[in-house]
């Protein structure tokens, strides 16, 4: 199964951007990069997704790289509210044909006042 | 409001007993799924459905049961033959399982042993 790997934990000022890097080293053509984050307790929360274009919506931007071994969520200007672990996941077809999320063990991110 | 619902909230299971977290969406969405998270760990997948009556084991269905009768609803039950299931538990759905449409998760079940 492709992973993905992420770094254990990040800090980035109020108000700068957060740019939470993903490596996907083995992601197959067919498969998307997803980006959820979790806050303590709760489930996940969507956030953006993509397969090779870069991609932007009202939370983020998701930039993957030419080759699609690697991409990086961006939070434009982060605020306190946007602390919480956030995952990086490949989206793999089954053969039963639903799409399967594989996770990651995620980033923390700590958004400092 | 739509949502999914999983009930309830904690849940405890004596050794032996078979217990069944309840998940219900109101999103009209064929796609159901549970995972199972562990302190500090991304979600696994337990079993998936992609339509009523019709069900698939995940990665790590052993000592997990489904059924899946009605659209709306996806319970799993830990049997007792899941000898660690102090875990998280997450239930999610999608519109059509063979759609890249992301999935919407519930507020999970947290399972401990007494």
């Known amino acids: 199964d492709a992973k993905t790997t992420q770094p254990t934990s990040m800090d980035c000022a109020e108000g700068r951007a957060a740019n939470l890097p993903c490596n996907h080293s083995?992601?197959?053509?067919?498969?998307?990069v997803y980006w959820y984050r979790q806050i303590h307790s709760q489930g996940p929360q969507y956030i953006i997704h993509?397969?090779?274009n870069n991609e932007t919506n009202e939370m983020a931007s998701l930039i993957i790289t030419e080759d699609r071994k690697s991409s990086t969520l961006i939070l434009p200007h982060a605020t306190l509210r946007d602390t919480a672990v956030y995952y990086c996941i490949v989206s793999r077809l089954t053969t039963s044909g639903t799409y399967k999320y594989i996770f990651g063990t995620g980033t923390r991110l700590k958004v400092l006042a | 409001d739509g949502g999914i619902t999983q009930s309830p909230k904690y849940l405890f299971r004596k050794e032996g007993q078979n217990v069944t977290l309840s998940c219900e969406q109101n999103?009209?969405?064929?796609?159901m799924y549970w995972y199972r998270q562990d302190p500090g760990q991304g979600l696994r997948l337990i079993y998936y459905?992609?339509?009523?009556?019709?069900?698939q084991k995940g990665d790590i269905a052993e000592g997990y049961s489904v059924s899946r009768e009605k659209k709306e609803s996806f319970p799993l039950t830990v049997t007792s033959a899941q000898k660690n299931p102090t875990a998280f538990y997450l239930c999610a759905s999608s519109p059509q399982g063979g759609s890249n449409q992301p999935q919407h998760f519930g507020d999970g079940t947290r399972l401990s042993i007494l």
């Open positions: 993509g397969l090779k």
């Open positions: 459905s992609q339509i009523v009556n019709d069900f």
């Open positions: 083995t992601i197959s053509g067919n498969e998307y």
């Open positions: 999103l009209n969405h064929d796609a």
